[in-house]
């Protein structure tokens, strides 16, 4: 079991350079398989292991995938397989992505379920609605969904119950190589969703509106292989945010896109946290004691819910009383237990979580329960009296590249504790640029 230490108290100060966005460049590696010329080559790619569980999956499915220096190359020309086995869809949500392209080039696709995880249900009704609407035909069992078309989906127009991102992508991706036009209304307007169209449009693809609530696809007979590159991460970008607000610090978030965060922005200033848009990044001052605010999180362009925990850590620092209310997930306050061991004192009640802000944390054992809680509790150890030991960090590994090395070039006093399965520890190192780099290791690097 790895381990992240933080030893608490010191101001974050300096530079920190953001990479590709998480979520934006797993949907652009599944459209990959849209590519039945050429080869695609993906820029600013961020070696993390959800990267390398996606690409494994385009690997079982017959393309060639090679990571280096942060660019992907995708060679999808030829595939051998329409599954993509549970083995790889267990571990992360986001392989469900490839089947809109499988089944929409292939015709044919079996998926494992990706079933629900820590922070909710997370159903797909609406993907397999959106699929159905353009001709599919689904069948359920054994944990799998199988997914059929005679000849080529045909464009459809699809109303999205909930804006689900995933959805969305899915959908955009199917209708691409369909025949006609699809409509996607109350679709999701995230940043990754333009990313993901524009990438899309590059391989030939006709896709209008991403970005608003009304997506048109028109469907093209082929689509080829291009370069491009991703999109920083704004979670990345927001969580080092928090972590110089946090400090009461001074920090460049190099590769920030002010327009991708405007409501992190708005809730950090309306805290008194100091925001200087620059060109290539934004700077963030803050001076103690911040004043409480209340946070609700919603879809794009609403507060993202991947900052929410993030935020709790911050709003337990600050002058007053929070409300915390959760909307897009139904379990997504794990991390409240784990804020509770080191002395936080906040109230859940239902979707909402009152927090009291000024805390004298200290620091404990916590486990990360979910990719961003694991990131709100290192947020929590930069304050926190002592030392703060966090476990479940294979998490944190999902999201965040060389999280201990990019915070303590920021000063902060944080490394990290390799353990073997037996629990045997590995090697540990005071000085985090010892450690080893996470290499993204697939067939033909
Ligand atoms: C890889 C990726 O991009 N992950 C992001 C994506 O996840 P993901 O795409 O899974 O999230 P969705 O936008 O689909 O989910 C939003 C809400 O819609 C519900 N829903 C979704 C699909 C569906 O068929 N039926 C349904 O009811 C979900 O249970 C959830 O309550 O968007 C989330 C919401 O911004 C983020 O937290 C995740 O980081
Ligand atoms: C919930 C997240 O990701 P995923 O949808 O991949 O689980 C996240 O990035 O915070």
């Not at 079991?1 to 101001?11: D, Q």
């Not at 109350?186 to 449009?201: M, R, S």
């Not at 080092?240 to 922005?265: K, Q, R, S």
């Not at 476990?391 to 090395?405: F, M």
């Amino acid at each position: 079991m790895s381990k992240f230490i933080v030893r608490g108290g010191n101001v974050l100060t300096g530079n920190v350079k953001v990479s590709g966005a998480k979520n934006s460049v797993l949907p652009i590696i599944a459209a990959s398989l849209l590519g039945e010329e050429g080869v695609s080559i993906i820029r600013d790619a961020p070696p993390l292991d959800d990267v390398r569980t996606i690409s494994r999956v385009l690997e079982s499915l017959g393309a060639k995938v090679t990571y280096d220096q942060e660019v992907i190359t995708v060679d999808a020309r030829q595939l051998s397989s329409y599954e993509a086995p549970y083995e790889w869809v267990r571990k992360m949500r986001a392989s469900f992505l490839v089947m809109g392209p499988l089944l929409t080039r292939l015709g044919h696709t079996r998926i494992s379920l990706p079933g629900g995880c820590a922070i909710g249900t997370r159903p797909i009704d609406q993907h397999l609605k959106g699929f159905e609407a353009m001709g599919a035909k689904i069948q359920l069992g054994q944990g799998y969904v199988e997914a059929t078309v005679d000849g080529r989906l045909r464009g459809a127009k699809i109303y999205l119950d909930v804006a689900s991102v995933g959805a969305t992508e899915n959908i955009m991706m199917a209708a691409a190589l369909a025949e006609g036009t699809t409509l996607i209304e109350n679709a999701a307007k995230e940043p990754e969703i333009v990313d993901l169209a524009n990438y899309l449009n590059s391989m030939g693809a006709i896709v209008r509106g991403a970005g608003t609530e009304m997506i048109r696809i028109e469907g093209v007979e082929k689509l080829h292989g291009v370069e491009h590159t991703v999109i920083p991460d704004r979670v990345e970008a927001g969580t080092y945010m928090i972590a110089a607000a946090i400090t009461g610090g001074d920090v460049f978030v190099e590769g920030a896109i002010a327009d991708h965060l405007n409501p992190v922005i708005a809730k950090l200033e309306e805290m008194g946290v100091q925001i200087d848009v620059k060109e290539n990044g934004i700077r963030v001052t803050a001076k103690h004691p911040l004043k409480s605010v209340d946070v609700k999180t919603l879809p794009y362009p609403g507060f993202p819910t991947d900052m929410q925990s993030q935020m709790m850590a911050l709003l337990l620092k600050s002058e007053g009383t929070s409300v915390v209310t959760e909307t897009v997930f139904e379990n997504r306050f794990m991390h409240v237990e784990q804020f509770t061991l080191m002395n936080a004192q906040i109230k859940v009640e239902g979707r909402t979580a009152i927090v009291t802000g000024s805390s004298n944390l200290v620091g404990a054992k916590v486990c990360a329960t979910d990719l961003r809680a694991g990131a709100a509790l290192i947020l929590a150890g930069l304050v926190a009296e002592g030392t703060t030991e966090v476990s479940g960090i294979h998490h944190i590994d999902r999201g965040y590249v060389n999280l201990a090395e990019k915070l303590s070039g920021l000063g902060a006093d944080i490394w990290r504790i390799e353990m073997g399965e037996e629990g045997k520890r590995l090697e540990s190192s005071h000085a985090v640029e010892e450690l080893p780099k996470l290499k993204i290791q697939t067939s033909g690097v």
